[in-house]
């Protein structure tokens, strides 16, 4: 039998953490963890780190009124295109192991700025991926939507993450011709949709070219050579505040040197991506829809970002103000 290769803990080990291979093992080996204990009694540790996730990234834009009115109490404003739409994501990830094992997630942010007026330098469905490059750019996480008891409890206990209480169902297929995705409580539909899966030789060199062209050959060049890119994030003030906890942080991708390991072709017009609307009555304060602002503001996808193997570490690092 294999061994386990991954940092032992209590909370790994009952989520049902196991990896025999881990790429880039080194990498996550540059982080200094601490033993922490969970409410619950469970020990684990921190920061946050992710061995492996499928992950797809639906990024777009929406109409920017209703995304200043959700970041004002945050005191942030949107990032926004040159046609003043705001910039906003969905994340579909199926989180293979991790800190608290395995789980899927569902994460729906915003590009934002401490200052008012920022304006993406790109264009058209690539310049979308400003948050990779942009260096005033946070992603302000506004809910998670998590499958995982446990990880719904350690995200929001150390790391102030806004990983909705109530668990939900998750569906997902990567496969090499589509990305399917289903996510429910019980019968009520959060969001469900497919993005057909077109990576190959001519959507390397579509992205290729198309990032150079938004950000600059050098951004671009920079980005391919680090083995490990920085992501600003922020967390919503409500967690923080109930939790007593930090909710600034910087997200470390781990993704070596693969050219590969990110792929991104634009969204068209036979992909699909439903929300779910109606849940906002039911919500409570820290607890607001989603769902239900991501359709008000009229979420439009521009690019699916697929990473077949996603690797992170989040620290607390407050991002200055």
Not at 60 to 78: D, N, Q, R, S
Not at 191 to 202: E, I, K
Request: proline share 7%; hydrophobic share 35%.
């Amino acid at each position: 039998m294999k061994t386990d290769v991954g940092r032992p803990s209590q909370g790994r080990s009952e989520g049902g953490g196991y990896s025999t291979h881990i790429p880039n093992l080194a990498l996550f080996q540059r982080f200094t963890y601490t033993s922490e204990t969970l409410s619950s009694g469970v020990k684990t540790e921190k920061p946050y780190y992710c061995y492996n996730a499928e992950i797809l990234i639906m990024k777009g834009v929406c109409e920017a009124g209703p995304m200043e009115k959700a970041l004002a109490k945050e005191g942030l404003y949107p990032v926004k295109t040159s046609d003043g739409k705001a910039l906003a994501s969905i994340w579909i990830n199926q989180l293979k192991d991790s800190v608290i094992g395995p789980y899927h997630e569902i994460v729906l942010s915003l590009d934002a700025s401490r200052r008012p007026g920022a304006v993406a330098p790109g264009r058209g469905a690539f310049g979308a991926l400003y948050s990779f490059f942009g260096g005033e750019c946070l992603n302000y996480l506004h809910t998670l939507y998590i499958t995982s008891p446990l990880s719904i409890m350690w995200g929001r206990e150390m790391q102030a993450f806004p990983k909705h209480p109530t668990p939900c169902q998750v569906s997902t297929r990567f496969g090499s011709d589509a990305i399917d995705f289903d996510v429910a409580w019980g019968e009520k539909k959060l969001l469900s949709g497919s993005v057909g899966n077109r990576w190959g030789p001519r959507a390397f060199l579509r992205q290729s070219l198309s990032l150079v062209r938004n950000f600059g050959l050098g951004p671009v060049l920079r980005f391919l050579s680090s083995p490990v890119v920085p992501m600003p994030i922020v967390m919503p003030g409500e967690v923080k505040r109930q939790y007593g906890i930090e909710n600034d942080h910087m997200g470390h991708i781990l993704k070596g040197l693969n050219p590969f390991g990110i792929r991104a072709w634009p969204w068209l017009a036979h992909d699909r991506l439903e929300l779910g609307r109606g849940r906002q009555a039911e919500a409570t304060d820290g607890q607001e829809s989603a769902t239900d602002l991501w359709h008000e503001a009229e979420f439009r996808p521009l690019v699916a970002v697929h990473v077949p193997c996603l690797q992170l570490v989040v620290t607390d690092e407050p991002q200055g103000r």
